[in-house]
Protein backbone atom coordinates (compact mmCIF):
# COMPACT_ATOMS: atom_id res chain seq x y z
CA UNK A 1 0.00 0.00 0.00
CA UNK A 2 0.83 3.34 -0.58
CA UNK A 3 3.34 5.60 1.59
CA UNK A 4 3.59 8.99 2.79
CA UNK A 5 5.98 10.81 4.97
CA UNK A 6 5.29 10.05 8.21
CA UNK A 7 8.73 9.45 10.53
CA UNK A 8 8.18 5.68 10.31
CA UNK A 9 7.09 5.81 6.05
CA UNK A 10 10.27 7.69 5.22
CA UNK A 11 12.72 4.76 7.01
CA UNK A 12 10.13 2.23 4.99
CA UNK A 13 10.52 3.46 1.95
CA UNK A 14 13.96 2.65 1.40
CA UNK A 15 13.51 -0.93 3.38
CA UNK A 16 10.15 -1.86 1.00
CA UNK A 17 10.02 -1.20 -2.79
CA UNK A 18 8.84 2.69 -3.37
CA UNK A 19 11.91 3.67 -5.22
CA UNK A 20 12.07 5.09 -8.69
CA UNK A 21 14.81 1.96 -9.68
CA UNK A 22 11.29 -0.15 -9.53
CA UNK A 23 9.70 1.47 -12.40
CA UNK A 24 8.28 -1.34 -13.97
CA UNK A 25 5.17 -1.86 -16.02
CA UNK A 26 3.41 -3.32 -18.80
CA UNK A 27 0.35 -4.60 -20.78
CA UNK A 28 -2.04 -8.25 -19.83
CA UNK A 29 0.34 -10.79 -19.96
CA UNK A 30 -0.20 -14.76 -19.21
CA UNK A 31 3.11 -17.00 -18.84
CA UNK A 32 6.49 -15.54 -18.81
CA UNK A 33 6.87 -14.76 -22.65
CA UNK A 34 3.55 -14.70 -23.58
CA UNK A 35 2.37 -11.93 -25.61
CA UNK A 36 -0.81 -11.57 -23.58
CA UNK A 37 -4.47 -11.61 -24.30
CA UNK A 38 -6.69 -9.20 -25.97
CA UNK A 39 -8.12 -5.91 -24.97
CA UNK A 40 -11.96 -5.93 -24.15
CA UNK A 41 -14.31 -4.15 -26.28
CA UNK A 42 -13.95 -0.38 -25.77
CA UNK A 43 -10.45 -0.41 -25.06
CA UNK A 44 -8.39 2.38 -26.60
CA UNK A 45 -4.64 2.81 -26.95
CA UNK A 46 -4.71 6.40 -26.40
CA UNK A 47 -4.66 7.52 -22.23
CA UNK A 48 -7.26 9.59 -21.49
CA UNK A 49 -6.90 13.36 -20.67
CA UNK A 50 -6.94 14.61 -16.63
CA UNK A 51 -9.59 13.66 -14.75
CA UNK A 52 -11.22 11.98 -18.19
CA UNK A 53 -13.35 9.17 -17.37
CA UNK A 54 -13.06 5.81 -19.84
CA UNK A 55 -14.71 2.57 -19.41
CA UNK A 56 -15.92 -0.57 -21.42
CA UNK A 57 -19.65 -0.61 -22.60
CA UNK A 58 -20.19 -2.93 -19.59
CA UNK A 59 -18.92 -0.99 -16.22
CA UNK A 60 -20.16 2.49 -15.46
CA UNK A 61 -20.06 4.54 -12.77
CA UNK A 62 -23.10 5.42 -10.87
CA UNK A 63 -22.08 7.66 -8.36
CA UNK A 64 -19.33 9.55 -6.44
CA UNK A 65 -19.13 11.30 -2.90
CA UNK A 66 -15.99 13.13 -2.70
CA UNK A 67 -14.09 13.49 0.68
CA UNK A 68 -14.42 16.22 2.97
CA UNK A 69 -12.63 17.59 5.61
CA UNK A 70 -11.67 16.23 8.46
CA UNK A 71 -11.09 12.82 6.25
CA UNK A 72 -9.53 14.82 3.50
CA UNK A 73 -5.93 12.57 3.92
CA UNK A 74 -4.96 9.26 1.92
CA UNK A 75 -8.24 6.64 1.69
CA UNK A 76 -7.44 3.71 2.44
CA UNK A 77 -9.86 0.04 2.37
CA UNK A 78 -13.12 -0.81 2.79
CA UNK A 79 -15.35 -2.97 4.54
CA UNK A 80 -19.27 -3.78 4.59
CA UNK A 81 -22.21 -4.80 7.08
CA UNK A 82 -25.78 -4.59 5.99
CA UNK A 83 -26.90 -0.88 4.01
CA UNK A 84 -23.61 0.36 5.32
CA UNK A 85 -20.13 0.77 3.55
CA UNK A 86 -17.24 1.62 6.35
CA UNK A 87 -14.00 3.83 4.81
CA UNK A 88 -10.55 3.73 5.94
CA UNK A 89 -8.72 7.00 5.73
CA UNK A 90 -5.36 7.75 7.17
CA UNK A 91 -7.33 10.33 9.74
CA UNK A 92 -9.83 8.21 10.63
CA UNK A 93 -12.79 6.44 9.01
CA UNK A 94 -16.67 7.09 7.37
CA UNK A 95 -19.37 5.39 7.50
CA UNK A 96 -21.93 5.42 4.52
CA UNK A 97 -25.40 4.61 4.15
CA UNK A 98 -25.67 2.38 0.46
CA UNK A 99 -28.85 1.72 0.44
CA UNK A 100 -29.04 3.44 -2.08
CA UNK A 101 -26.20 2.62 -4.25
CA UNK A 102 -26.64 5.32 -6.95
CA UNK A 103 -27.00 7.64 -3.66
CA UNK A 104 -24.91 7.36 -1.14
CA UNK A 105 -24.81 9.43 2.01
CA UNK A 106 -22.58 9.97 5.01
CA UNK A 107 -23.97 8.20 8.47
CA UNK A 108 -20.73 9.86 10.50
CA UNK A 109 -17.20 10.30 9.94
CA UNK A 110 -14.85 10.30 13.03
CA UNK A 111 -11.31 11.86 13.32
CA UNK A 112 -8.74 9.18 14.98
CA UNK A 113 -5.60 9.69 12.79
CA UNK A 114 -3.16 6.93 12.28
CA UNK A 115 -1.65 5.13 9.17
CA UNK A 116 -3.41 3.75 7.52
CA UNK A 117 -6.26 2.60 9.55
CA UNK A 118 -7.23 -0.15 7.29
CA UNK A 119 -10.80 -1.47 8.39
CA UNK A 120 -12.93 -3.84 9.09
CA UNK A 121 -16.22 -4.80 11.15
CA UNK A 122 -17.63 -7.60 12.84
CA UNK A 123 -20.96 -7.36 14.51
CA UNK A 124 -21.09 -4.48 16.60
CA UNK A 125 -16.73 -4.55 16.35
CA UNK A 126 -15.20 -1.80 13.93
CA UNK A 127 -11.48 -2.39 14.35
CA UNK A 128 -8.45 0.05 12.91
CA UNK A 129 -4.63 -0.97 11.95
CA UNK A 130 -2.66 1.87 13.13
CA UNK A 131 0.98 1.68 11.72
CA UNK A 132 3.02 4.93 12.23
CA UNK A 133 4.58 5.59 15.60
CA UNK A 134 2.36 7.65 17.95
CA UNK A 135 2.09 9.87 21.31
CA UNK A 136 -0.58 7.71 22.72
CA UNK A 137 -3.01 4.86 21.56
CA UNK A 138 -5.27 7.87 21.53
CA UNK A 139 -8.08 9.62 18.45
CA UNK A 140 -5.78 13.09 19.97
CA UNK A 141 -2.44 10.87 19.66
CA UNK A 142 0.12 13.09 17.47
CA UNK A 143 2.67 11.05 14.80
CA UNK A 144 6.51 10.78 16.79
CA UNK A 145 9.63 9.03 15.45
CA UNK A 146 10.00 5.51 15.48
CA UNK A 147 12.67 5.85 18.16
CA UNK A 148 10.33 7.29 20.20
CA UNK A 149 7.59 5.65 19.61
CA UNK A 150 4.31 5.51 22.67
CA UNK A 151 1.92 3.17 20.45
CA UNK A 152 0.71 1.40 17.29
CA UNK A 153 -1.33 -1.80 17.01
CA UNK A 154 -5.27 -2.19 16.79
CA UNK A 155 -8.45 0.05 17.76
CA UNK A 156 -11.47 -0.86 18.67
CA UNK A 157 -14.86 0.98 18.24
CA UNK A 158 -18.73 0.20 19.08
CA UNK A 159 -20.37 0.63 16.01
CA UNK A 160 -23.85 0.25 17.27
CA UNK A 161 -24.61 3.49 16.70
CA UNK A 162 -23.94 4.45 13.35
CA UNK A 163 -24.19 7.83 14.05
CA UNK A 164 -21.96 7.96 17.22
CA UNK A 165 -19.27 5.13 16.85
CA UNK A 166 -17.52 4.92 20.11
CA UNK A 167 -13.67 4.23 20.93
CA UNK A 168 -13.07 1.40 23.61
CA UNK A 169 -9.89 -0.78 23.33
CA UNK A 170 -6.96 -0.86 22.23
CA UNK A 171 -4.00 -3.21 21.64
CA UNK A 172 -0.18 -2.61 20.83
CA UNK A 173 1.57 -5.06 18.49
CA UNK A 174 4.97 -5.24 17.79
CA UNK A 175 5.76 -3.12 14.70
CA UNK A 176 2.23 -1.82 15.17
CA UNK A 177 -0.39 -3.05 12.22
CA UNK A 178 -0.30 -2.05 8.57
CA UNK A 179 -2.92 -4.24 7.73
CA UNK A 180 -5.06 -6.62 9.70
CA UNK A 181 -7.40 -9.91 8.84
CA UNK A 182 -10.21 -10.98 10.99
CA UNK A 183 -10.89 -14.41 12.08
CA UNK A 184 -14.02 -15.90 13.26
CA UNK A 185 -13.35 -18.15 16.30
CA UNK A 186 -15.09 -22.09 16.25
CA UNK A 187 -18.04 -20.18 18.10
CA UNK A 188 -19.33 -16.69 18.17
CA UNK A 189 -18.21 -15.78 21.50
CA UNK A 190 -15.09 -14.92 19.83
CA UNK A 191 -13.24 -12.99 17.31
CA UNK A 192 -9.39 -13.10 16.11
CA UNK A 193 -7.55 -10.35 14.66
CA UNK A 194 -4.72 -11.46 12.50
CA UNK A 195 -1.95 -8.34 12.54
CA UNK A 196 0.58 -8.12 9.83
CA UNK A 197 3.24 -5.61 10.05
CA UNK A 198 6.80 -5.37 9.00
CA UNK A 199 9.66 -2.83 8.49
CA UNK A 200 11.84 -3.72 11.85
CA UNK A 201 14.98 -1.62 12.90
CA UNK A 202 17.64 -1.68 15.65
CA UNK A 203 16.44 1.97 16.54
CA UNK A 204 12.69 1.22 16.88
CA UNK A 205 11.43 1.10 19.43
CA UNK A 206 8.94 -1.94 19.97
CA UNK A 207 10.06 -3.38 16.41
CA UNK A 208 13.90 -4.44 16.51
CA UNK A 209 14.95 -7.29 14.03
CA UNK A 210 14.43 -9.97 13.23
CA UNK A 211 10.38 -9.43 12.86
CA UNK A 212 9.08 -13.01 11.12
CA UNK A 213 6.23 -13.07 12.65
CA UNK A 214 2.14 -12.02 12.92
CA UNK A 215 0.46 -11.14 16.24
CA UNK A 216 -2.47 -12.77 17.07
CA UNK A 217 -5.05 -10.90 18.70
CA UNK A 218 -7.97 -12.69 20.47
CA UNK A 219 -11.18 -10.57 21.25
CA UNK A 220 -14.15 -12.07 23.76
CA UNK A 221 -17.17 -10.57 21.20
CA UNK A 222 -19.62 -9.40 24.29
CA UNK A 223 -16.61 -8.05 26.35
CA UNK A 224 -14.27 -6.69 23.93
CA UNK A 225 -12.14 -4.61 26.52
CA UNK A 226 -10.90 -7.71 27.53
CA UNK A 227 -9.12 -7.81 23.85
CA UNK A 228 -5.11 -9.15 24.34
CA UNK A 229 -2.53 -10.56 21.89
CA UNK A 230 -2.18 -14.58 22.65
CA UNK A 231 -0.29 -15.83 19.93
CA UNK A 232 2.75 -14.60 17.80
CA UNK A 233 3.80 -17.21 15.61
CA UNK A 234 7.04 -17.46 14.11
CA UNK A 235 6.22 -17.86 10.04
CA UNK A 236 9.72 -17.99 8.99
CA UNK A 237 12.23 -19.55 11.75
CA UNK A 238 14.55 -19.62 8.67
CA UNK A 239 14.12 -15.41 8.08
CA UNK A 240 12.19 -15.86 4.86
CA UNK A 241 13.64 -14.73 1.60
CA UNK A 242 16.52 -12.46 2.24
CA UNK A 243 16.04 -10.17 -0.80
CA UNK A 244 17.67 -8.67 -3.67
CA UNK A 245 19.07 -4.80 -2.76
CA UNK A 246 17.28 -2.54 -4.60
CA UNK A 247 15.32 -5.29 -6.78
CA UNK A 248 13.42 -7.84 -4.62
CA UNK A 249 12.13 -7.69 -0.74
CA UNK A 250 13.20 -9.26 2.11
CA UNK A 251 11.11 -10.94 3.83
CA UNK A 252 10.38 -9.56 7.55
CA UNK A 253 6.86 -10.27 8.36
CA UNK A 254 4.13 -10.24 6.27
CA UNK A 255 1.83 -7.19 4.40
CA UNK A 256 -1.73 -8.71 4.52
CA UNK A 257 -3.24 -12.10 5.40
CA UNK A 258 -6.30 -13.50 3.63
CA UNK A 259 -8.28 -16.44 5.12
CA UNK A 260 -10.58 -18.43 4.16
CA UNK A 261 -12.29 -19.68 7.07
CA UNK A 262 -14.91 -22.41 5.77
CA UNK A 263 -11.52 -24.00 4.57
CA UNK A 264 -9.68 -23.17 7.55
CA UNK A 265 -6.97 -22.22 4.71
CA UNK A 266 -5.45 -18.28 4.98
CA UNK A 267 -3.17 -17.13 2.16
CA UNK A 268 0.11 -14.80 3.61
CA UNK A 269 1.40 -12.26 1.24
CA UNK A 270 4.71 -11.69 3.04
CA UNK A 271 7.04 -9.12 1.54
CA UNK A 272 9.49 -11.94 0.02
CA UNK A 273 7.23 -15.04 0.29
CA UNK A 274 3.72 -16.62 -0.36
CA UNK A 275 2.93 -18.94 1.81
CA UNK A 276 -0.51 -20.99 2.06
CA UNK A 277 -1.54 -21.78 6.00
CA UNK A 278 -3.91 -24.44 7.86
CA UNK A 279 -6.15 -22.18 10.47
CA UNK A 280 -7.91 -25.14 11.82
CA UNK A 281 -6.15 -23.87 14.90
CA UNK A 282 -7.04 -19.90 15.01
CA UNK A 283 -4.56 -19.54 17.45
CA UNK A 284 -1.53 -21.40 15.83
CA UNK A 285 -1.86 -21.13 11.89
CA UNK A 286 1.20 -23.89 10.47
CA UNK A 287 2.44 -23.03 6.84
CA UNK A 288 2.31 -25.99 4.70
CA UNK A 289 3.32 -24.83 1.54
CA UNK A 290 5.77 -21.18 0.60
CA UNK A 291 6.50 -20.16 -2.83
CA UNK A 292 8.82 -17.49 -4.58
CA UNK A 293 9.00 -15.78 -7.22
CA UNK A 294 12.32 -14.26 -7.96
CA UNK A 295 12.42 -13.64 -11.00
CA UNK A 296 9.53 -11.14 -11.48
CA UNK A 297 7.85 -10.33 -8.07
CA UNK A 298 9.37 -7.45 -6.15
CA UNK A 299 6.95 -7.31 -2.92
CA UNK A 300 4.39 -9.86 -2.36
CA UNK A 301 1.35 -7.91 -1.62
CA UNK A 302 -2.46 -9.65 -1.01
CA UNK A 303 -3.84 -12.75 -1.88
CA UNK A 304 -6.99 -13.62 -3.18
CA UNK A 305 -8.63 -17.48 -3.17
CA UNK A 306 -11.34 -18.51 -5.77
CA UNK A 307 -14.35 -19.83 -4.54
CA UNK A 308 -13.16 -23.97 -4.93
CA UNK A 309 -10.27 -22.61 -2.64
CA UNK A 310 -8.40 -24.52 -5.41
CA UNK A 311 -6.73 -21.79 -6.75
CA UNK A 312 -4.84 -18.42 -4.98
CA UNK A 313 -4.20 -14.91 -6.73
CA UNK A 314 -1.01 -13.09 -5.01
CA UNK A 315 -0.32 -9.40 -6.29
CA UNK A 316 2.79 -7.70 -6.86
CA UNK A 317 3.03 -4.07 -5.53
CA UNK A 318 6.09 -3.03 -7.11
CA UNK A 319 7.02 0.56 -6.29
CA UNK A 320 5.11 0.69 -3.49
CA UNK A 321 1.56 1.92 -4.69
CA UNK A 322 3.72 5.18 -5.57
CA UNK A 323 5.16 4.67 -8.86
CA UNK A 324 4.35 4.92 -12.54
CA UNK A 325 4.74 0.99 -13.05
CA UNK A 326 1.99 0.38 -16.06
CA UNK A 327 3.75 1.74 -19.01
CA UNK A 328 5.27 0.47 -21.99
CA UNK A 329 9.10 0.17 -20.44
CA UNK A 330 9.30 -2.78 -18.54
CA UNK A 331 6.34 -5.74 -19.82
CA UNK A 332 3.65 -7.75 -18.91
CA UNK A 333 4.90 -9.82 -15.58
CA UNK A 334 5.81 -7.20 -13.16
CA UNK A 335 3.60 -5.31 -10.78
CA UNK A 336 1.24 -7.62 -12.12
CA UNK A 337 -1.20 -10.25 -10.62
CA UNK A 338 -0.12 -13.81 -10.23
CA UNK A 339 -2.19 -17.02 -10.32
CA UNK A 340 -1.12 -20.36 -8.64
CA UNK A 341 -3.62 -23.63 -8.58
CA UNK A 342 -3.47 -25.37 -4.86
CA UNK A 343 -3.09 -28.88 -5.93
CA UNK A 344 -3.08 -31.87 -3.46
CA UNK A 345 -4.94 -32.31 -0.48
CA UNK A 346 -4.35 -31.71 3.30
CA UNK A 347 -1.07 -30.90 4.35
CA UNK A 348 0.56 -31.93 1.19
CA UNK A 349 -1.69 -28.93 -0.98
CA UNK A 350 1.57 -26.86 -2.61
CA UNK A 351 0.95 -24.17 -4.84
CA UNK A 352 1.46 -24.39 -8.88
CA UNK A 353 2.16 -20.96 -10.95
CA UNK A 354 0.16 -20.91 -13.86
CA UNK A 355 0.21 -16.96 -15.01
CA UNK A 356 0.45 -13.56 -15.00
CA UNK A 357 -2.51 -10.85 -15.39
CA UNK A 358 -1.64 -6.86 -15.40
CA UNK A 359 -4.09 -4.57 -17.37
CA UNK A 360 -3.67 -4.03 -20.55
CA UNK A 361 -3.94 -0.33 -21.21
CA UNK A 362 -0.55 1.37 -21.08
CA UNK A 363 -0.76 4.01 -17.85
CA UNK A 364 1.04 7.73 -18.15
CA UNK A 365 4.63 8.13 -16.36
CA UNK A 366 2.26 10.73 -14.53
CA UNK A 367 -0.01 8.17 -12.92
CA UNK A 368 1.03 5.70 -9.78
CA UNK A 369 -0.49 2.31 -11.23
CA UNK A 370 0.25 -1.30 -9.96
CA UNK A 371 -1.64 -4.45 -8.97
CA UNK A 372 -3.97 -3.85 -5.30
CA UNK A 373 -7.10 -4.33 -3.28
CA UNK A 374 -9.92 -6.48 -5.06
CA UNK A 375 -12.46 -9.23 -4.90
CA UNK A 376 -13.91 -12.04 -6.06
CA UNK A 377 -17.07 -11.42 -8.03
CA UNK A 378 -19.36 -14.36 -6.91
CA UNK A 379 -20.06 -15.91 -10.01
CA UNK A 380 -21.20 -18.91 -9.98
CA UNK A 381 -19.28 -21.35 -12.33
CA UNK A 382 -16.40 -19.06 -12.96
CA UNK A 383 -13.56 -17.16 -11.08
CA UNK A 384 -13.88 -13.75 -11.63
CA UNK A 385 -12.27 -10.77 -10.23
CA UNK A 386 -12.17 -6.97 -9.49
CA UNK A 387 -9.76 -5.75 -8.79
CA UNK A 388 -8.10 -1.89 -8.20
CA UNK A 389 -5.02 -0.57 -10.00
CA UNK A 390 -4.89 2.85 -8.37
CA UNK A 391 -4.45 5.67 -11.23
CA UNK A 392 -4.77 2.34 -13.28
CA UNK A 393 -8.45 2.55 -12.12
CA UNK A 394 -10.58 -0.76 -11.62
CA UNK A 395 -10.20 -3.75 -13.99
CA UNK A 396 -12.93 -6.92 -14.02
CA UNK A 397 -10.51 -10.11 -14.71
CA UNK A 398 -11.42 -13.62 -15.47
CA UNK A 399 -9.20 -16.72 -14.47
CA UNK A 400 -11.78 -19.51 -14.90
CA UNK A 401 -8.28 -20.87 -17.30
CA UNK A 402 -5.86 -20.40 -14.77
CA UNK A 403 -3.14 -20.39 -17.41
CA UNK A 404 -5.17 -17.67 -19.65
CA UNK A 405 -6.41 -14.18 -17.47
CA UNK A 406 -8.47 -12.13 -19.44
CA UNK A 407 -9.77 -8.79 -18.73
CA UNK A 408 -13.47 -8.49 -19.33
CA UNK A 409 -14.45 -4.94 -18.15
CA UNK A 410 -12.60 -1.61 -17.23
CA UNK A 411 -13.21 2.05 -15.94
CA UNK A 412 -10.52 4.20 -14.93
CA UNK A 413 -9.71 8.01 -14.90
CA UNK A 414 -7.09 10.17 -16.37
CA UNK A 415 -4.11 11.15 -14.66
CA UNK A 416 -4.20 13.63 -11.74
CA UNK A 417 -1.64 15.58 -13.25
CA UNK A 418 -0.33 16.21 -16.79
CA UNK A 419 3.15 17.39 -15.93
CA UNK A 420 4.19 15.28 -12.77
CA UNK A 421 3.23 12.37 -10.61
CA UNK A 422 0.51 13.00 -8.46
CA UNK A 423 -0.35 10.33 -6.01
CA UNK A 424 -4.10 8.72 -6.25
CA UNK A 425 -6.35 6.66 -7.56
CA UNK A 426 -8.39 3.68 -6.29
CA UNK A 427 -7.04 2.09 -3.50
CA UNK A 428 -10.01 -0.91 -2.95
CA UNK A 429 -12.32 -2.20 -5.43
CA UNK A 430 -14.90 -4.41 -3.99
CA UNK A 431 -18.18 -6.44 -4.84
CA UNK A 432 -20.84 -6.07 -2.78
CA UNK A 433 -24.47 -6.90 -3.46
CA UNK A 434 -24.54 -6.03 -6.80
CA UNK A 435 -22.30 -3.12 -7.12
CA UNK A 436 -18.62 -2.53 -7.76
CA UNK A 437 -17.56 0.22 -4.53
CA UNK A 438 -14.11 2.06 -4.80
CA UNK A 439 -12.17 3.88 -2.17
CA UNK A 440 -10.35 6.40 -4.25
CA UNK A 441 -7.55 8.31 -2.44
CA UNK A 442 -7.90 11.62 -4.14
CA UNK A 443 -11.38 11.50 -5.24
CA UNK A 444 -13.35 10.02 -2.18
CA UNK A 445 -16.38 6.56 -2.98
CA UNK A 446 -16.75 5.62 -6.23
CA UNK A 447 -19.97 2.81 -7.11
CA UNK A 448 -20.18 1.07 -10.24
CA UNK A 449 -22.52 -1.20 -11.69
CA UNK A 450 -21.41 -4.36 -13.83
CA UNK A 451 -23.36 -5.77 -16.31
CA UNK A 452 -22.57 -8.18 -18.51
CA UNK A 453 -23.39 -11.67 -19.15
CA UNK A 454 -20.74 -13.26 -17.58
CA UNK A 455 -21.64 -12.20 -14.11
CA UNK A 456 -25.10 -11.88 -13.71
CA UNK A 457 -25.80 -14.99 -11.12
CA UNK A 458 -23.06 -12.65 -9.07
CA UNK A 459 -26.32 -10.66 -8.43
CA UNK A 460 -28.30 -13.37 -6.90
CA UNK A 461 -25.52 -13.34 -3.87
CA UNK A 462 -26.09 -11.11 -1.14
CA UNK A 463 -23.37 -10.65 2.08
CA UNK A 464 -24.50 -9.14 5.42
CA UNK A 465 -21.15 -8.55 6.30
CA UNK A 466 -17.87 -8.24 3.65
CA UNK A 467 -14.49 -8.28 4.70
CA UNK A 468 -13.03 -9.30 2.14
CA UNK A 469 -9.60 -10.25 3.49
CA UNK A 470 -12.15 -12.82 5.91
CA UNK A 471 -13.04 -14.36 2.62
CA UNK A 472 -16.74 -15.77 2.15
CA UNK A 473 -18.09 -18.60 0.50
CA UNK A 474 -20.96 -18.94 -1.69
CA UNK A 475 -22.44 -21.00 -3.79
CA UNK A 476 -21.51 -21.94 -7.22
Known amino acids: MIRFPTPR ?35 VDTIPGVDEIRSSPNLKQVANLP ?11 LAFQGRYAFAGNYNGFVIYDISRPTAPTVVSRVLCPGSQNDISVHGD ?91 IIKVPVKSPTDAAVVAVPNLFPDGGFEGVPGQKSATSGCHDITVYPSRNLAAGACMGDGIL ?3 SNREAPRIINRVRDTENFAFWHSATFNNAGTKVVFTDELGGGSAATCNETVGPNRGADAVYDIVGRGDRRTMVFRSYFKIPRPNADTENCVAHNGSLVP ?72 TDWRTWTANLVRYRELNVQTQPSYLG
Open 379 to 450: VFGRDIMVQAWYQGGISVWDFTDSANPREIAYWERGPLNAERLVGGGTWSAYWYNGYIYSNDIAKGLDVLKL
Open 67 to 77: KEAPLDATNSD
Open 9 to 43: SRRLAVLSLATAGFLVAGLVGAAPGSAGVASPPGT
Open 277 to 279: MDI
Open 125 to 215: LLFLSTDSPRSDDSCASTAVPSSQTRWEGIKIFDIRDKANPRYVKSVQTACGSHTHTLVPGKNRKTVYVYVSSYGPSDTYVGCPPPHDSIS
